[in-house]
């Protein structure tokens, strides 16, 4: 019987853990790893980690990085890196939303659309449902610029980067003093 059809190779031995949770593991971490991808991942990470909707970035960036096969450990980082300007982005969502359809401003501050929300939802939505549309309108016009801006700039960054960084493993390795026999 010759060697390739045993069943005894290391690859048909791998355990249920190896096979069921290390390796998707590794492979998120180490999906997108081309300066390209990673440019990629920065910008559409960043322009979903902005959606102008509170408590649905999360879902919404690991969807989308699962579909456009980002690498998923770095879009949550981001979304998460993000947190802070993502109250001004939605005012700034909104405010842009109502220019674009000549509605007037609306009156509303995060701790009462917070407290409105929880003790009567329906009136939550009746009373700010046009406001999160006008938002919504706005992230998507300037989502696709945005995440075209931010890629364009990050992608020579990523290519210098990566170009360092195998420049110094060619000198780490030409370094190294060859193994004494």
């Keep these: 019987m010759s060697e390739s059809l045993t069943p ?79 109250i001004p982005a939605i005012f700034g969502c909104v405010r842009l939303g109502e220019a674009m359809f000549g509605a007037p401003h609306a009156h509303f501050t995060i701790r009462h659309m917070h407290d409105l929300l929880w003790s009567s939802p329906r009136l939550f939505v009746h009373q700010f449902g046009l406001t999160a549309m006008y938002a919504l309108v706005a992230w998507a016009v300037l989502a696709p610029f945005y995440i075209t801006i931010v890629y364009f700039i990050a992608l020579p960054l990523m290519r210098e980067i ?15 003093p060859p193994p004494i026999p």
């Design 162 to 176: 990566t170009y360092l960084k195998h420049k110094a493993e060619k000198t780490d390795s030409a370094a190294t």
């Design 8 to 86: 005894s190779t290391p690859a048909s031995r791998r355990t249920f853990w190896q096979r069921r949770i290390r390796d998707p593991i590794v492979a998120q971490l180490t999906q997108g790893i081309t300066p390209e991808k990673i440019a990629l991942t920065l910008a559409v990470g960043s322009a979903f980690a902005l959606f102008p909707l509170l408590g649905t970035t999360t879902l919404l960036c690991f969807i989308v990085a699962v579909a456009l096969r980002l690498n998923q450990p770095i879009v949550q980082l981001i979304n998460q890196a993000l947190w802070p300007v993502h």
